[in-house]
């Protein structure tokens, strides 16, 4: 009798136990449920709320812009305001950051508290100062052509940039990457590239002009061994007899020499 009436009540205390766990249980999912509801109904409140709202461009805080104004990069967003703050195309508007010719890159992020949007750029680095005949403007080092307008007037752009490049066309733009590359190899210093006649690439230097012809990628880099071996030309011709330097035939560059003046008083 003693053991049975013992197990009996074990087993009552068992089942309370487990009845407890279960209102527990589902209790605490109700609070749950109730919680994460709450939170949803607040989260769309404030989403859709004007605490969520940017109203100018000044809550568009850019980073990153070195030569670029920050309201230069506002405008190309072309936003109007007021304007919901989850409801702006992030993905869009990067994009139409990063066709624009000055950006290599554009991050776009949404900060809640406050509501703003945070844009982290960076700039393309001009490596020559171009013109195209009708338009003047930079080049980087992959061929983008960068208007000088996008550039506050009073902008610095240009003071540390050494080389300018004449007569450049778009469709010169995958050699410029190619022929750029090579720059950095020629021993004489080359000051400025025209390339207004694409039958004959002409470099500035200082040994005087240099007259390419054609460009070719595999040419080029023999034609700059070439010139390396003629900088000391000067030592032995002067610079200002030196009409220019051919070597569109690298196997056989010629000096073209101005005549040496005579001298009147020994005229008959």
């Known amino acids: 009798m003693t053991d049975s009436s013992l197990t009996r009540t074990e087993l009552d205390n068992t089942r309370k136990r487990k009845k407890n766990q279960r209102i527990s249980n589902l209790l605490l999912l109700i609070w749950r449920l109730i919680f994460l509801s709450s939170l949803a109904v607040g989260a769309s409140y ?14 568009i805080e850019i980073e990153g ?25 992030i993905a869009q508007l990067s994009k139409i950051l990063r066709d624009e ?3 290599e890159s554009a991050k776009i992020t949404r900060e809640i508290l406050p509501p703003k949007l945070t844009i ?34 009073d ?13 450049f066309n778009d469709r010169y733009r995958s050699d410029w990457s190619k022929l750029y ?16 006649n694409p039958d004959n690439l002409i470099l500035q230097t200082e040994l005087g002009d240099v007259h390419i ?35 569109s035939n690298p196997q056989k560059p010629t000096v073209q020499v ?5 001298d009147p008083e020994k005229l008959p």
């Not at 030569?67 to 989850?86: A, C, D, G, H």
């Not at 610095?156 to 050494?162: A, L, Y």
């Not at 080029?220 to 051919?246: C, G, H, Q, W």
């Open 181 to 196: 590359r090579h720059l950095p190899n020629s021993l004489v210093r080359i000051k400025s590239i025209d390339w207004a």
């Open 213 to 247: 012809g054609a460009y070719n990628d595999k040419d080029f880099v023999t034609k700059i061994l070439v010139l390396n071996k003629m900088k000391n030309l000067t030592s032995r011709l002067p610079s200002e007899r030196i009409a220019y330097i051919d070597l």
């Open 101 to 103: 010719p000055p950006l």
């Open 155 to 167: 902008s610095d752009i240009g003071h540390n940039i050494s080389l300018t490049v004449k007569g």
């Open 120 to 153: 982290v750029v960076k700039e393309r680095k001009p490596v020559a100062i171009a013109n195209t005949g009708k338009e003047q403007g930079f080049l980087d080092a992959g061929g983008t052509w960068i208007n000088k307008g996008f550039y506050p007037k």
């Open 65 to 89: 812009n070195q030569k670029l104004s920050k309201q230069e990069v506002r405008s190309w967003l072309k936003i109007t305001y007021p304007q919901m703050l989850w409801s702006l195309p």
């Open 258 to 262: 101005i005549p040496e003046a005579k």
């Open 46 to 59: 404030f989403v859709n709320s004007s605490a969520s709202m940017i109203r100018s461009s000044s809550e």
